[in-house]
């Protein structure tokens, strides 16, 4: 059994045993499906990179076959095997730093994200803080309740159209999730 292939079975058991590496994203992690690729699985990506025909690999299996020739075993099985380790060593800290990069692309993105629902959120406070603020205004001036009651509405009418456009800017930004701003409206 060639190393490559070792190294895939190895990782498909322990993913279908439930072993698999904490560190990965579960929403594509890649168990029993091996056409999914996850981009923060070192693994996957040490087989994307052993798969392509790149220069890279080509003269990494050109070095282990070189080896392998200087002690006479190019056409063995162990031949074989020190060039997909050549290619496996080559591989590894590319796959490494590729799954490093993406991991941090990744955390940035939702230092974003959550930057623009903290801003948001903060917004949404301050607006209902103005609401309770304008609300007690009219509640302690001295005009007729009919009159409170149509300001009262007014007011509720306003920052309900206020809310609403503010959740649309906030929603059509790139930097959020789709469905984040669906929670329950702050004044009901």
């Known amino acids: 059994m060639s190393i490559l292939a070792s190294m895939t079975s190895g990782i498909n ?16 992690t890649n168990t029993t499906n091996s056409t999914t690729y996850n981009p923060l699985d070192v693994s996957d990506e040490v087989s994307k990179i052993t798969n392509q025909n790149s220069l890279a690999m080509r003269s990494a299996k050109a070095l282990g076959n070189q080896a392998a020739a200087s002690r006479g075993m190019q056409n063995s099985t162990l031949g074989a095997e020190a060039a997909q380790r050549a290619m496996l060593d080559a591989a590894l800290p590319m796959a490494q730093q590729n799954v490093s990069q993406a991991h941090n692309t990744k955390m940035q993105e939702d230092s974003v994200r959550a930057n623009t629902v903290g801003a948001y959120l903060d917004a949404a406070k301050e607006l209902q803080t103005s609401f309770f603020d304008a609300y007690k205004e009219i509640q302690a001036s001295e005009i007729d ?22 959740k649309s800017m906030y929603q059509n930004l790139a930097t959020t999730e789709s469905d984040w701003s669906n929670f329950a409206d702050l004044i009901s």
């Open 13 to 28: 058991a322990a993913a279908t045993s439930g072993n698999s590496d904490s560190s990965t994203d579960s929403s594509a």
């Open 145 to 166: 309740a009919g009159q409170k009651s149509a300001a009262i509405a007014d007011l509720y009418n306003k920052q309900q159209q206020q809310l609403n456009a503010m």
